[in-house]
Antibody, heavy 123, light 107 residues
Framework: QITLKESGPTLVKPTQTLTLTCTFSGFSLSTDGVGVGWIRQSPGKALEWLALIYWDDDKRYSPSLKSRLTIIKDTSINQVILEMTNMDPVDTATYFC???????????????WGPGTLVTVSS | SYVLTQPPSVSVAPGKTARITCGGSNIGSRSVHWYQQKPGQAPVLVIRYDSDRPSGVTERISGSNSVNTATLTITRVEAGDEADYYCQVWHNTGDGVFGGGTKLTVL
């Protein structure tokens, strides 16, 4: 059974850097084709894809946020970390991490999600 | 950037069929995934690769994709189907794109 859970601060100040951790179980990020992604959702708004890291350390970022994002993995402790710099109130959102299965496709799908963590940006 | 267009809302009576569309330029050439999200919960994958239904998803949910529109169809709609639905594709630059979401209301 695959599980993921996001953790990190619930409140950050404008201009600060947000660091979120996704801790997962039920799969290995060393397995070919597997990935972990981050998606966010501002209150009352649509889902927005942020970043994705693959088993081979290939990384993809949303073009609009690329300059502010860093995604890294620690396979030994089953964690993926997302950093977002220069936080602004518009970045207030629920942040989700999700599992990308090894299904041989070049069009990643997220088949398991964490419950999400709400991050508020306010001074 | 690639844009996916969904109707903000769809309403349907119980027992009827709901169709939720996802429009995009030449979307028929891409694989479309659909997620269901109920209030306060994380999204759940209901259709992958246009029309493949993951294990555990009701057979009343199906998907199709052609030319410029992908469609999620829910037959014999029940109150429990009330949720937001999002389509998703991957752009050829390697970027993930979600549609704006559709709120399905069961009358």
């Amino acid at each position: 059974q695959i599980t993921l859970k996001e953790s990190g601060p619930t409140l950050v100040k404008p201009t600060q850097t947000l660091t979120l951790t996704c801790t997962f179980s039920g799969f290995s990020l060393s397995t070919d084709g597997v990935g972990v992604g981050w998606i966010r959702q501002s209150p009352g708004k649509a889902l927005e894809w942020l970043a994705l890291i693959y088993w081979d350390d290939d990384k993809r970022y949303s073009p609009s946020l690329k300059s502010r994002l860093t995604i890294i993995k620690d396979t030994s402790i089953n964690q993926v970390i997302l950093e977002m710099t220069n936080m602004d109130p518009v970045d207030t959102a629920t942040y989700f991490c999700a599992h990308r299965p090894n299904d041989g496709s070049s069009s990643p799908v997220f088949d398991s999600w964490g419950p999400g963590t709400l991050v508020t940006v306010s001074s | 950037s690639y844009v996916l267009t969904q109707p903000p809302s769809v309403s349907v009576a119980p027992g009827k069929t709901a169709r939720i569309t996802c429009g995009g330029s030449n979307i028929g050439s891409r694989s479309v995934h659909w997620y269901q999200q109920k209030p306060g919960q994380a999204p759940v994958l209901v259709i992958r690769y246009d029309s493949d239904r993951p294990s555990g998803v009701t057979e009343r949910i199906s998907g199709s994709n052609s030319v410029n529109t992908a469609t999620l169809t829910i037959t014999r709609v029940e109150a429990g189907d009330e949720a937001d639905y999002y389509c998703q594709v991957w752009h050829n630059t390697g970027d993930g794109v979600f549609g704006g979401g559709t709120k399905l209301t069961v009358l």
